[in-house]
C-alpha cells in the first residue's frame, strides 16, 4: 500500500507519546516541579503531534470530528474516543506531579492502562484488515505495543526496562515479517477467487481495468523490491534496536545519551513503519495483475 508519511508519522510518534505518557503515569519515573513539567510536556507534544497528522490524510480534515461519531463498528473511530479521553484523564495526573498535588496513585495506573489501550486501538485499524492479509495478524497489535514500551522507557530513562524491550522488540520485528512474508499465499488468494471464476479454468488479467491511474492503484498498490525491503530490515533492526542498545549500555548515563538513543530509535521505527505499509498487499491489486 501507499507509504504516506503523515500516517508513518502519526503511528510512530503517538505511539511513542503514550508510551512515555504510560511510564509517567505509572509513577514510574520520579519526576517533581519543572522536571514533570517537561517530560509530561514531550509526552503530550508527540501523542498531540502525531494525532494531528493523522487528519493530513483524511480526504476532507475539516470532517475530522465525525470519526468520533462511529465508534460502535469502527476502529478509527475508537482509537479517536480512546486517545481524547486518556489525554484528559491524564491530566489531573500531570498537574499532581508539576504542582505538587496529592492525587491517587490508582489514577495514574489506570492512565497507563488506557495509554495502552489507546495504541491498541490504533493497531487494529489495520490489524481488522482482512482485505490486507498482511495486516492481519495477531502480531500487528503485538508490534505497536512493543515499539511503544521500548521507546517510551528509552525517553523515561528506565534503563533496565529499556534493555528488555529492546530485545524483545527485535523478537517481535523478526516474527513480523516471517509471519508477513506468508500470509498471502496463506489465504490463496487469486484472480480467480478474487473474480469468482477460478473455478472453471485458470484466470488471467487480459487488459487492465483502467487506461490511466485511478486511486485505488495509487492507495492499494505500491512494489517493493526484494533486495530494497532486505537493506530496509537491517536498517530497522540496526536503527530501532542495536544502535539503542549499545547506546544504553557503553555511554554514560544522562540525558544526552537517552536523547540520541531515542532519536535513532525513532528513525529505525518510521523505517519499519515505512515497510509495515509499503509491503502490505491489498486484495485489491488481483485485479490490475499486481500478482
Known sequence: MNPAPSVILFTTLSGLGFGLLAFLSAGLVEVHGLHAFFFWAAGYALAVGGLLLSTFHLGNPQRALLAFSQWRSSWLSREAVAAVATLLWLAPVALSQWLGFDWPPFWGLVGAILCAATIFTTSMIYAQLKT??????????????????????????????????????????????????????????????????????????????????????????????????????????????????????????????????AALHLLGAITSRWLFFAQAEHVVGLYYGAR
Not at 534493555?163 to 517481535?172: N, R
Not at 473455478?199 to 492503484?217: A, C, D, K, W
Open 132 to 261: 490486507v492479509p498482511r495486516w492481519n495478524t495477531w502480531i500487528t497489535p503485538v508490534m505497536f505495543q512493543s515499539f511503544a514500551l521500548a521507546g517510551g522507557a528509552i525517553l523515561a530513562g528506565q534503563k533496565p526496562v529499556a534493555l528488555v524491550a529492546l530485545a524483545a522488540l527485535a523478537v517481535v520485528q523478526a516474527l513480523v515479517w516471517r509471519i508477513g512474508d506468508g500470509r498471502f499465499a496463506q489465504l490463496g488468494a487469486s484472480i480467480g477467487t478474487a473474480t469468482g471464476l477460478g473455478s472453471i479454468g485458470t484466470v488471467r488479467v487480459f487488459e487492465q481495468p483502467h487506461t490511466s491511474p485511478n486511486y485505488l492503484m495509487r492507495e492499494m498498490i505500491h512494489v517493493v523490491g526484494r533486495k530494497h525491503a532486505q537493506k530496509l530490515r537491517i536498517i530497522t533492526l540496526l536503527f530501532a534496536v542495536v544502535l539503542p542498545l549499545m547506546l544504553l549500555v557503553l555511554a554514560p548515563g544522562g540525558p544526552t545519551a537517552l536523547l540520541c538513543a
